[in-house]
Nanobody
Framework: QVRLVESGGGFIEPGGSLTLSCAAS????????MGWYRQAPGKRRDMVAI???????YYGDSVRGRFTVSRDNNKNTVSLQMSRLQREDTAVYYC?????????????WGPGTQVTVSS
């Protein structure tokens, strides 16, 4: 019923920039929180950036100052601008949203998009 679709992943050299986008579609009343998580092979899933209902942003320590998250409430989209990318940023990036569907708040995830930083 609710779908999150990411786009913008790919292969990029260290020091480069890349922008990820995520669009929510389906039947829902409201999106409370939107954000991005990432997971590298053998690693735990970590929070990258989140925008809450008030518009307040939260960043993981390893990306603060390099990444910028933005949200368009009219289009139900969230973007992640990544700059000065490092090899350690290589991971599958997942879009996440807390969405009200049929009067219930549920957590939704996109299928993920691969970001590979390598020379």
């Amino acid at each position: 019923q609710v779908r999150l679709v990411e786009s913008g992943g790919g292969f990029i050299e260290p020091g480069g920039s890349l922008t990820l986008s995520c669009a929510a579609s389906g039947s829902f009343a409201e999106i409370y929180t939107m954000g991005w998580y990432r997971q590298a092979p053998g690693k735990r899933r970590d929070m990258v950036a989140i925008v809450d209902l008030r518009g307040t942003t939260y960043y993981g320590d390893s990306v603060r100052g390099r990444f910028t998250v933005s949200r368009d409430n009219n289009k139900n989209t969230v973007s992640l601008q990544m700059s000065r990318l490092q090899r350690e940023d290589t991971a599958v990036y997942y879009c996440n949203a807390e969405i009200v569907v049929s009067a219930s708040l549920s957590d939704y995830w996109g299928p993920g998009t691969q970001v590979t930083v390598s020379s």
